[in-house]
């Protein structure tokens, strides 16, 4: 059986690649801190037009999976970002400025301007400013109801920023710098420059360009209730590595009501004509519709059905995407091209070139979890490459893995981490969890989600409540 390896959100930062860890980063430093953007917003925006060559890159995304963390990163060295940000707007004041006391991010909340599903409170704020690599601890208060919540944090391509606390009212600490009882040893700090959140009971995605997220709770172990909880945002720069000055936009999906028995989900699909499909033969193709059936299966199987289908076409340009290791990337320009603010967006690409070889990867999701609900951005869908293996129901394994990225699944156990497991208990370690959906490489063969999977799938704020 020909298996591949699949990317999660999958980066390796490769910045500190050196062997000297920490300090490594590329020379140039000083230069990174001073020109932070100065305007939230336009960052997420980014990719659209494709104005890549901003400058920095700088750190690799390799796959969590994958061998080959060496390259990426480096070489581009960051040919120096000043030029753009130059006024160094971090000024701005506006968030409520009496230190201490957490507050709510300042800037203004702003009226929803999301179309949240039912059950499902958005609020935004917007310019919310991180200071040499951090927010203030902000305070946000859970009604009776919580389910789980979610954070998007929407910075600018030059940035990696994150979710690096999260604390309940009784001093429970699902996400921190330092977790209790938590060693962080270099490779950790290698793999991702905020291994304390990714290490935490409720672990953070390794950090990733523009966009972060955290799904809370996203495994049965760590609950989140109502009351009073406190959070900090951090950032640092793409290339040097020196902590961030940005503002940032930040999104709270709170997801409220009775645990959910079943869940329905938005599937929005584009084609670039890879594989022969496109949006007028996808609905009617056989071999298509062998693989959304089994997507389509592997989520039955824990009660999340497919909501409404949506076909589209994209340029054939995106035939071959890439890993997206540098601001401007075309996997991010594919993933900004989601103009849905509901499910996921699947993209269909015939390839992702990467360092490990040609068809070595079979797709790549903009997030665990991705921006959920938030169209346009660098990180909103997954990509899903068609000649990784062409048997369509591969290619179905991938869409329904990827999406599991975007719901907020891990790998069962990362192929480059030995002793990183998802936080899930009822799937198994290793090898022995070959045959679940989630496991980090492709097969057409048996493939499955586990209940504890599932009642992580149905927290997250795009999926539809249904009784099932
Ligand atoms: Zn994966």
């Known amino acids: 059986m020909k298996r591949y390896t699949l990317l999660a959100l999958a980066l390796l930062w490769a910045l500190g690649c050196d062997d000297d860890g920490g300090s490594a980063t590329v020379d140039d430093g000083g230069a990174g801190q001073g020109g932070a953007p100065s305007e939230a917003g336009q960052g997420g925006q980014a990719g659209v037009s494709g104005e890549a060559g901003q400058g920095e890159a700088g750190q690799g995304e390799a796959g969590q999976g994958e061998a080959g963390q060496g390259e990426a990163g480096q070489g581009e060295a960051g040919q120096g970002e000043a030029g753009q940000g ?94 209790p009882g938590v060693t962080i040893n270099d490779f950790d700090r290698m793999f991702t420059p905020f291994p304390g959140p990714f290490k935490s009971p409720n672990r953070v995605a390794v950090a990733s360009m523009a966009v972060g997220t955290m799904l809370a709770p996203n495994n049965p172990e760590v609950a989140v209730g109502p009351g009073p909880w406190t959070y900090r945002l951090a950032a640092l720069n793409a290339t040097s590595g020196a902590p961030g000055n940005l503002a940032v936009d930040l999104t709270v999906l709170i997801r409220r009501g009775p645990e959910p028995t079943g869940g329905l989900l938005d599937v929005h699909l584009h084609f670039t004509g890879a594989h022969g499909w496109t949006a007028a033969n996808a609905p009617t193709d056989e071999d298509f519709q062998v693989a959304l059936a089994r997507m389509r299966a592997f989520y039955a199987e824990i009660g999340v059905r497919l909501g409404e289908i949506t076909y589209d076409d994209i340029p054939e340009a995106f035939q071959t995407a890439d890993i997206g290791a540098e601001p401007g990337s075309v996997l991010h320009q594919i993933y ?69 990225h975007f719901l907020g699944l891990y790998h069962t156990s990362e192929m480059m981490m030995q002793d990183t497991h998802d936080q899930i208990p009822d799937t198994p370690q290793g090898d022995a969890s070959n045959t679940n959906l989630m496991y980090p490489t492709v097969t057409a063969g048996d493939a499955h989600l586990s209940e504890g999977q599932g009642w992580v799938m149905k927290r997250n704020a795009n999926m539809i409540p249904v009784e099932e």
């Open 86 to 179: 130059g006024e160094a707007g971090q000024g701005e004041a506006g968030q409520g400025g009496e230190a201490g006391a957490p507050v709510g991010p300042g800037g203004g909340e702003v009226p929803p301007e999301i179309e949240a599903p039912e059950g499902v409170e958005a609020i935004e704020f917007i310019g919310v400013q991180i200071t040499n690599g951090q927010s203030e601890l902000f305070e946000i208060e859970l009604p009776e109801d919580v389910l789980s919540v979610t954070m998007i944090v929407l910075g600018d391509e030059r940035h990696m920023v994150t979710i690096e606390h999260f604390e309940g009212p009784d001093g429970q600490v699902l996400v921190s710098a330092n977790p």
């Open 336 to 404: 900004a091209l989601n103009r849905y603010s509901s499910g996921v967006g699947l993209f269909f690409v015939e390839r992702i070139n990467s360092p490990f070889g040609a068809g070595s990867i079979g797709g790549i999701a903009g997030g665990t979890p991705g921006p959920s609900l938030i169209p346009n951005t660098p990180r909103s869908g997954v990509v899903i490459a068609t000649e990784a293996d062409p048997d369509p129901r591969a290619i179905g394994h991938i869409m329904g893995h990827e999406t599991g």
